[in-house]
């Protein structure tokens, strides 16, 4: 049976490391310059109803170092649901193409892509989650951390698709994960209540107390820009700054999934400072999305 990633739940805690393990084989390669053409003459469809820079680049740059080839359809050009049905969509693309990848704004679009698709189907970010984003941010941390078990990770912001993701993610693998967002803005009430290693505050000093990992994402994500004023003053007390960070471990890592808006939700400082690994995580989005593609392709 082909398989999806439409959301973290998708993989199981192993599946999970034999991508982390693949990841490290193929960004082994390609520093070294060894060509790994494992997806030759495959294509990759990439629906975007949303504008993109890392998801995009990485993507098609990934297929690109993988032998393959990747299509950009920008948000005019399917208009999924309204030029034609998803399930239409879905089956054309699966006559042509070998996966498909697909930027939404609501997570059901790209859930009925994935049903009515016969080839493997990735979520490049919905309204609910943001795999692939939380498979390299785990990915990177395992590279600087050396393991999962026994990390602290701080979320501290709006509870969104990153940090649903992040929810499932401490679910599936154990880590501990502190999340403090302001009052009305938590996760979704089924990413929480699954939850079996997370703590739920709305203090973000509280969440940050001994993290080794201090995460953060915007605070009016692509599709609330009309709430981006009324969000800066209810969400200023959760920027990520330098004062926020004096109780955290002493080798802490920042994280950010970016695009940042600097100022907002962190300081230049924080995100330009020494323990911030922004850039790694960026670059790894194009090493796991690797391992993802060619794990999709091969598993039954
Ligand atoms: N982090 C991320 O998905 O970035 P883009 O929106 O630029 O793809
Ligand atoms: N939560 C953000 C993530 C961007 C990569 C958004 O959905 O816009």
């Not at 109803?49 to 680049?57: G, W």
């Amino acid at each position: 049976m082909k398989r999806d990633l439409i959301t973290m739940f998708d993989l199981k805690r192993d599946e999970i490391f034999e991508i982390f393990d693949l990841t490290a084989k193929l960004k082994e390669s390609q520093k070294k310059g060894i060509e790994q053409h494992l997806l030759k003459n495959k294509t990759l469809a990439m629906v975007f109803e949303k504008p993109s820079l890392r998801t995009r680049v990485t993507f098609e740059t990934g297929m690109t170092q993988l032998g393959g080839h990747a299509i950009y359809l920008a948000p005019p050009d399917i208009q999924l649901g309204k030029r034609e049905t998803i399930p239409d969509a879905a089956k054309n693309l699966s006559r042509w193409v070998d996966i498909i990848m697909a930027r939404v704004f609501a997570h059901k679009t790209v859930a009925e892509l994935a049903e009515n698709s016969t080839i493997p189907v990735i979520n490049g970010l919905s309204d609910l989650e943001h795999p692939c984003q939380i498979m390299a941010d785990l990915f990177t941390v395992l590279e600087k951390k050396r393991t999962l078990s026994g990390v602290t990770i701080a979320y501290i912001g709006d509870g969104n698709n990153v940090c649903n993701s992040l929810i499932a993610a401490s679910t599936i693998t154990g880590f501990r994960l502190n999340v403090a967002t302001p009052a009305g803005y938590e996760p979704d009430k089924n990413y929480v209540s699954q939850a079996t290693n997370m703590s739920l505050v709305n203090d973000p000093g509280a969440a940050v107390h001994d993290a080794d990992v201090i995460y953060t994402d915007v605070w009016a994500s692509m599709g609330q820009e009309q709430e981006a004023e009324n969000r800066k003053k209810i969400f200023s007390s959760f920027q990520i700054n330098a004062d926020l960070l004096r109780s955290a471990q002493k080798e802490y890592l920042v994280m950010h999934c970016l695009p940042a808006h600097r100022g907002e939700e962190i300081t230049d400082e924080v995100i330009d400072g020494k323990h911030s690994i922004v850039f790694d995580q960026a670059e790894n989005r194009l090493h796991i999305q690797k391992g993802i593609m060619v794990w999709l392709s091969n598993v039954n």
